[in-house]
């Protein structure tokens, strides 16, 4: 069992780790407003400067799909409602063809999904100015949230690393592939296509999965240590003064 499998509990199966993970994202998403500009503004900024502070790594072909995955459709903010209503339905008949690993894997990126959402609508409560690095960085410390950013920094990279280990075993890409025309006719298409994404990104990684996690691992740890010091610019070192107001 990983480090990561074993922090969710003694005796908890994958499949019941990924239910729980999807109630949760389902639950927080349901409270949150259908409607909230200043979350949306936060979210999109959110996503340029993580274009912006991850734009070598986006450059190198070999990164480039990890990009995508990791940093857009886990961390960035997006509501993924429709393909985690598919996983409600769905976890029942997952458990009986998927290994439990696998569906651990899943579980942890639904848990970086929702940690990364919570937070962001924390924030959006402390923002009163055009939103740049000093405003975010202001309300950051406004919100004092530390702990919860240094265990989501810290999910992502048992994540990774969990993924990483995942793809080495060719059998279970196969699965997964072959998976797409039942998952279609189910009306779960999405689902089968968001695994099939992320373990074919963490492939092209190859043996350099460990530098693409590192080095989100660093940059985040970096700038969150930045900003409770007292800094205005906590992502300068990656992106200068950008990215602009959103």
């Known amino acids: 069992m990983s480090d990561a499998q074993g922090d969710s509990g003694a005796g908890v199966s994958g499949a019941e780790h990924l239910a729980e993970q999807v109630r949760r994202s389902l639950d927080l998403l349901d409270r949150l407003p259908a409607d909230d500009p200043v979350l949306e503004r936060l979210q999109r900024w959110q996503r340029a400067r993580l274009d912006a502070t991850y734009a070598d790594l986006a450059g ?109 075993k060719k059998m279970i890409r196969r699965l997964v592939r072959w998976m797409r025309a039942p998952a279609e006719a189910a009306g779960v298409g ?35 240590e930045a900003m409770r010091s007292g800094s205005d610019w906590p992502f300068e070192p990656w992106i200068g003064r950008g990215p602009d107001a959103a």
């Open 190 to 224: 999405r689902l089968q296509a968001f695994l099939m994404e992320g373990l074919d990104a963490f492939a092209v990684m190859g043996d350099r999965a460990d530098t693409f996690v590192e080095t989100i691992e660093t940059r985040e740890r970096q700038a969150l």
């Open 60 to 168: 190198q072909e070999r990164f480039r799909d990890a990009c995508v995955f990791f940093l857009d459709e886990l961390y960035g903010g997006k509501d993924m409602r429709e393909r985690d209503r598919q996983l409600e339905r769905v976890v029942p008949i997952m458990r009986r063809f998927l290994p439990d690993h696998l569906l651990f894997a899943v579980g942890e990126a639904m848990r970086l999904q929702w940690m990364s959402l919570d937070l962001d609508a924390r924030l959006a409560g402390h923002l009163a100015a055009d939103l740049d690095q000093p405003e975010y960085a202001r309300a950051y410390r406004e919100l004092g949230a530390w702990q919860d950013r240094e265990e989501q920094i810290a999910l992502i990279g048992s994540l990774g690393r969990l993924l990483a280990e995942t793809v080495q």
